[in-house]
C-alpha cells in the first residue's frame, strides 16, 4: 500500500509562487504515472498536471501552461508542483495521486493513491 503524503499549501496574494510537495511511501516500481489534481468549493476534482515514472514526460492542463512545472524525483520518492503567478481561481484542495494503470492520465478513476490534500489559497 502506497501512502502518499502532501505539503506546501497556504495563502498567498495574485501572481504569488508556492510549491507543493508529495512524498510516497513505500514508493513500488509498478507506479508509471504521478498527477496533482485539484478541486474547489462546489466544482469537481480536476487534473492539473501529471508526470510519467519512467521518462518524466509530464502533461499540463491548459489554464496552468507556463506557470506551473511538475517535477519528480524518483530516487526520493517524492513529486513537487511548482506554482508561479498564481492567479484567485487556482484556489483548490490539491491532491496528489499515483497509478500503476494505463489509460488517460487525467483520469482521475485510474489513479490507485490519494493523498489527504493540501489547501492553496490565492487572494486578489
Known amino acids: 500500500q502506497v501512502r502518499l503524503v502532501e505539503s506546501g499549501g497556504g495563502s498567498v496574494q495574485a501572481g504569488g509562487s508556492l510549491r507543493l510537495s508529495c512524498v510516497a511511501s513505500?514508493?513500488?516500481?509498478?507506479?508509471?504515472?504521478m498527477a496533482w489534481f485539484r478541486q474547489a468549493p462546489g466544482k469537481e476534482r480536476e487534473a492539473v498536471a501529471a508526470?510519467?515514472?519512467?521518462?518524466?514526460?509530464?502533461f499540463y492542463t491548459d489554464s496552468v501552461k507556463g506557470r506551473f512545472t511538475i517535477s519528480l524525483d524518483n530516487a526520493k520518492s517524492a513529486l513537487d508542483l511548482q506554482m508561479n503567478s498564481l492567479k484567485p481561481e487556482d484556489t483548490a484542495m490539491y491532491y496528489c495521486?499515483?497509478?500503476?494503470?494505463?489509460?488517460?492520465?487525467?483520469?482521475?478513476?485510474?489513479?490507485?493513491?490519494w493523498g489527504q490534500g493540501t489547501q492553496v489559497t490565492v487572494s486578489s
Open positions: 508526470i510519467g515514472t519512467a521518462f518524466g514526460s509530464a
Open positions: 495521486a499515483a497509478r500503476t494503470r494505463s489509460g488517460s492520465v487525467f483520469n482521475q478513476y485510474l489513479y490507485d493513491y
Open positions: 513505500e514508493y513500488s516500481a509498478g507506479i508509471n504515472w
